[in-house]
């Protein structure tokens, strides 16, 4: 299965039963819409779909420390953004 198809399938799912925020959601979608603009976050890419079905809405990674914020898939996605090859100036 394509890894931009997995990106939006699990933000679309976790939008859905783990109340990941809209404007997570958008900025997720953008990247699985847009598969052009990023040909070297494949690796991102697939961790980012591995932290979706983990997203706890209010932060709360458990007592094992399992659960994704916020914030840290907020900083996934930045790295990912930063990969965006159509923002990149020669």
């Known amino acids: 299965m394509d890894i931009f198809y997995q990106l939006r399938k699990e933000t679309l799912s976790a939008e859905q039963e783990n109340e990941l925020p809209n404007f997570l959601a958008e900025?997720?979608?953008s990247i699985a819409d847009n598969p052009h603009f990023y040909p070297d976050?494949?690796?991102d890419i697939l961790k980012i779909v591995e932290m979706l079905p983990l997203y706890d809405t209010y932060g709360q990674t458990g007592y094992i420390g399992m659960g994704?914020?916020?914030s840290i898939l907020e900083a996934a996605i930045q790295r990912v953004e930063l990969?965006?090859?159509s923002k990149k100036t020669t």
């Open 27 to 29: 900025r997720l979608l």
């Open 68 to 70: 994704v914020s916020n």
């Open 83 to 85: 990969k965006n090859i």
């Open 41 to 43: 976050a494949n690796e």
